[in-house]
Antibody, heavy 120, light 112 residues
Framework: EVQLVESGGGLVQPGGSLKLSCAAS????????MHWVRQSSGKGLEWVGR??????????AFAASVRGRFTISRDDSKNTAYLQMNSLKTEDTAVYYC???????????WGQGTMVTVSS | QSALTQPASVSGSPGQSITISCTGT?????????VSWYQQHPGKAPKLIIY???NRPSGVSNRFSGSKSGNTASLSISGLQAEDEADYYC????????????FGTGTKVTVL
């Protein structure tokens, strides 16, 4: 079965850190660009960032709202992508989804999401 | 970079057709054929229903169709069914310096 499973969400204080994981199965993870998208409660979707495949030098890119605070990495031997979130702000509170970019610039597989709450 | 603009809500009766617009700029929708659409039911993850403006992934009903004219993309749903009641988001690649992809504001589709 093709799927993505996120984990690692939780409650963290402002200024804290959290690392999310995204475990993939059922497809060739190593050849896929992986993205993170978040959704605040009752709000729309917001692209967070992405990491490309080894063939594309594991290049990363981020939305300006998280640039310099978030990093993305991957371990192709474990079929897992990671989102490291530092210097968290209350406005980072959201459900975080990992998703696969299959066809160019469209996201065809999504995880179930993991909730991140930044609050004191 | 602002979100792409969608109507907040669209409604229709079963069997009818509806269209959702998605308005961007020449930096995103108007300059790239990388517009995609996603359906999201409450508490669920988004589901890809249209990619590259008008292509449907395998398994997606042909009642869903997409198009684009200038800076505006559109999603049409024909033969509206109760199961189509959901939130719909457009997305586009963007040449903005602040992000690579921009999503729409989202449209709530209600089947009357």
């Amino acid at each position: 079965e093709v799927q993505l499973v996120e984990s690692g969400g939780g409650l963290v204080q402002p200024g804290g850190s959290l690392k999310l994981s995204c475990a993939a199965s059922g497809f060739t993870f190593s050849g896929s660009a992986m993205h993170w998208v978040r959704q605040s409660s009752g709000k729309g979707l917001e692209w967070v960032g992405r990491i490309r495949s080894k063939a594309n030098s594991y290049a990363t890119a981020f939305a300006a709202s998280v640039r310099g605070r978030f990093t993305i990495s991957r371990d192709d031997s474990k079929n897992t992508a990671y989102l490291q979130m530092n210097s968290l702000k209350t406005e980072d509170t959201a459900v975080y989804y990992c998703t696969r970019e299959a066809v160019p610039d469209a996201f065809d597989i999504w995880g179930q999401g993991t909730m991140v709450t930044v609050s004191s | 970079q602002s979100a792409l603009t969608q109507p907040a809500s669209v409604s229709g009766s079963p069997g009818q057709s509806i269209t959702i617009s998605c308005t961007g700029t020449s930096s995103d929708v108007g300059n790239y054929d990388y517009v995609s659409w996603y359906q999201q039911h409450p508490g669920k993850a988004p589901k890809l229903i249209i990619y590259e403006v008008s292509n449907r992934p395998s398994g997606v009903s042909n009642r869903f169709s997409g198009s684009k004219s200038g800076n505006t993309a559109s999603l049409s749903i024909s033969g509206l069914q109760a199961e189509d009641e959901a939130d719909y988001y457009c997305s586009s690649y963007t040449s903005s310096s602040t992000l690579d992809y921009v999503f729409g504001t989202g449209t709530k589709v209600t089947v009357l």
